[in-house]
T-cell receptor
Framework: GEDVEQSLFLSVREGDSSVINCTYT??????LYWYKQEPGAGLQLLTY?????DMKQDQRLTVLLNKKDKHLSLRIADTQTGDSAIYFC?????????FGAGTRLFVKA | DVKVTQSSRYLVKRTGEKVFLECVQD?????MFWYRQDPGLGLRLIYF???????EKGDIPEGYSVSREKKERFSLILESASTNQTSMYLC????????????FGPGTRLTVT
């Protein structure tokens, strides 16, 4: 079945760039998402990319998609302590959205 | 401001009890979802509903049932709670159609003792 994998932890220093990686298996995925979950809260959509795009930039966020390798990444420039959260990669190509396990980002001051 | 609310943030129940988790959305969304979130496993879909009185099983429906009598409300029912159902439960809603953003509630942390 479809699967989305991502590493569980990432630690960076404040001001550095963070790169969170994700791989997926469903080649028919049409939309890929990054959701953010802050402590004690539900998930909130951060950004998304259509499968016919290679890159999307939105302020400090850059999403890169390598469709051939089924690899998605989220780069956060100038990472701040407020970016500490769990980041979920997700994909959909059919009726369901498949979520990864989430990457917990720790930002050290 | 769009909103998905869940009836409780924290709940403690005993093994064998019947448990109701309620979710309400105010966005007139057609789709509603129940997920459970466990460390290292991410979000797993329990059930979803694409219309009133309609429901579809997700990946892990065993031990759960759902009810959607009104468009804005989607209930998750644990008929006989067990300790392996201790988890964080997240409700979400979206417009009809596969690509639309899902809006999540804050979650209910359920502990079954």
């Amino acid at each position: 079945g479809e699967d989305v994998e991502q590493s569980l932890f990432l630690s960076v220093r404040e001001g550095d760039s963070s790169v969170i990686n994700c791989t997926y298996t469903d080649s028919s995925s049409t939309y890929l998402y990054w959701y953010k979950q802050e402590p004690g809260a539900g998930l909130q959509l951060l950004t998304y990319i259509f499968s016919n795009m290679d890159m999307k930039q939105d302020q400090r966020l850059t999403v890169l998609l390598n469709k051939k390798d089924k690899h998605l990444s989220l780069r956060i420039a100038d990472t701040q302590t407020g970016d500490s959260a769990i980041y979920f990669c997700a994909e959909t190509g059919g009726f369901k959205t498949i979520f990864g396990a989430g990457t917990r980002l720790f930002v050290k001051a | 401001d769009v909103k998905v609310t869940q009836s409780s943030r924290y709940l403690v129940k005993r093994t064998g009890e019947k448990v109701f988790l309620e979710c309400v959305q105010d966005m007139d969304h057609e789709n509603m979802f129940w997920y459970r979130q466990d460390p290292g496993l991410g979000l797993r879909l329990i059930y979803f509903s694409y219309d009133v009185k309609m429901k579809e099983k997700g990946d892990i429906p065993e031990g759960y049932s759902v009810s959607r009598e009104k468009k804005e409300r989607f209930s998750l029912i644990l008929e006989s709670a067990s300790t392996n159902q201790t988890s964080m439960y997240l409700c979400a809603s979206s417009l009809r159609g596969v690509a639309y953003e899902q809006y999540f509630g804050p979650g209910t942390r359920l502990t079954v003792t």
